[in-house]
C-alpha cells in the first residue's frame, strides 16, 4: 500500500463511521518486552500507567486508534493509527501490526504510510520521527465485528511495546455531519500532529486523516463529495483525497490535471468515508466540506486542525 505520491484507488481501505459515543480515541499504554539500552539512549524501565506503588507512571510508548470504536461503511473499515514515544528514539524502527484485525477481514488493505522499510502480510515497520511519533493507516473490508489487537513494538532495545485495540461494529443509521479524526495526538489535544519530520530521505510533515460523512438514509446509494481547498493548500507538496476505488482528488508535483474532489457512493445507512493523506503540511485549521449530489444537496462542514510536528508524550 505504500506510495510516495499517494493513490489508494486500487486498495479497499475503510473508514470506520463514528456512533453518538465515538469521538473517544482507543489509546492503549506501552509495556517493556525486555530490558536494555538502545545505543546512547538512557535506560528506561517500567510499565504503563499506573503501574508502581508510587503513583502513576507515564508510559513509554502509546498507541492511538482514531476514529474509536467503528462502525463499518459500505462493508469497510479504516482507522489513523498513531505511535508515539520519546524523542531521544528518533529514527528507530517500530513494527505496528493487527493479525486479528487481518484475519477478520475478507480483504485486509494492509497499512498506508508515506514510506516503510518493509511490509508484511500483517504488520509494518516505519521509522520514528525527530519526535518520537509515527502515523498510519489501516483498513480493510468484509470484517467481522468485534474487538482487534493492534500491537506496535520497537524492533531493536528498549523493545518498549504498545497495546491498543480497534473495535469494530456493524453498519448503523447515524447521527448527520461530517466528523474528522484524528482530533487530538496523544497529550496533545486541538488537532492531529504531523510525523514524519526527519532528516531520513522521503522524510517530511505527514498528515493522514479520516472523514465519516454521515447523512439521511432516505440518499443511500446516491454520490457524496468532499473537498477542503484550504486543507489542500497547506499540504502543497502532495495531497490525496480519496475512498474505496471511486473517485480520487489527488496533486503532487506538476499535477495540473487531477480533479480537486474526491466522491463515493452512500451506503445503505447513509454514511460514507473518506481519508486524506499530505506532505510537506503548514500548521493551521482547515474547512472541510461534503455535499450530498442529489435531493436538497445537504452540506456538511468541519473544520480539521493540523499541528505542528513536536514530542506528544
Not at 517493556?32 to 508502581?52: D, E, I, L, N, Q
Not at 531521544?88 to 488493505?109: E, H, K, N, R, Y
Not at 447521527?175 to 479524526?181: E, S
Not at 463529495?225 to 495531497?239: D, Y
Request: net charge negative; proline share 8%; glycine share 12%.
Amino acid at each position: 500500500m505504500h506510495r510516495e505520491r499517494h493513490s489508494l484507488r486500487l486498495v479497499a481501505l475503510a473508514v470506520a463511521v463514528a456512533l453518538p459515543l465515538l469521538g473517544m480515541s482507543g489509546v492503549a499504554t506501552a509495556k517493556v518486552k525486555a530490558p536494555g539500552c538502545h545505543k546512547t539512549h538512557t535506560c528506561k524501565r517500567g510499565g504503563g500507567a499506573g503501574s508502581g506503588t508510587g503513583g502513576i507512571t507515564p508510559a513509554p510508548m502509546t498507541v492511538q486508534i482514531d476514529p474509536n470504536p467503528a462502525v463499518e461503511t459500505s462493508a469497510s473499515v479504516i482507522d489513523v493509527i498513531q505511535v508515539e514515544t520519546s524523542p531521544s528514539l528518533a529514527g528507530d524502527l517500530v513494527d505496528i501490526s493487527s493479525s486479528q484485525f487481518a484475519a477478520s477481514c475478507q480483504s485486509f488493505a494492509g497499512f498506508d504510510t508515506f514510506y516503510n522499510i518493509s511490509q508484511g502480510p500483517d504488520s509494518v515497520e516505519v521509522p520514528l520521527d525527530n519526535d518520537g511519533n509515527a502515523t498510519v493507516l489501516i483498513g480493510g473490508t468484509g470484517c467481522a465485528p468485534g474487538p482487534s489487537l493492534v500491537d506496535a513494538s520497537l524492533v531493536e532495545a528498549p523493545y518498549y511495546t504498545a497495546l491498543a485495540t480497534i473495535v469494530t461494529q456493524p453498519p448503523v443509521v447515524t447521527a448527520p455531519g461530517l466528523t474528522g479524526y484524528p482530533s487530538s495526538s496523544g497529550t496533545v489535544t486541538g488537532g492531529e500532529v504531523e510525523t514524519g519530520d526527519t532528516a531520513a530521505p522521503g522524510g517530511g510533515s505527514f498528515v493522514f486523516a479520516v472523514f465519516n460523512v454521515e447523512t439521511n438514509p432516505v440518499y443511500a446509494e446516491q454520490t457524496v463529495e468532499i473537498s477542503s481547498a484550504q486543507l489542500q493548500a497547506r499540504c502543497g507538496t502532495s495531497w490525496t483525497f480519496g475512498s474505496f476505488g471511486q473517485g480520487e482528488g489527488s496533486n503532487g508535483p506538476g499535477d495540473t490535471e487531477s480533479p480537486t474532489t474526491a466522491t463515493t457512493t452512500l451506503d445503505d445507512d447513509g454514511n460514507a468515508q473518506f481519508y486524506f493523506a499530505g506532505s510537506s503540511c503548514a500548521a493551521g485549521p482547515s474547512v472541510v466540506t461534503a455535499d450530498v449530489l442529489a435531493g436538497t444537496h445537504p452540506t456538511y462542514t468541519t473544520t480539521f486542525n493540523v499541528v505542528a510536528p513536536q514530542p506528544t508524550i
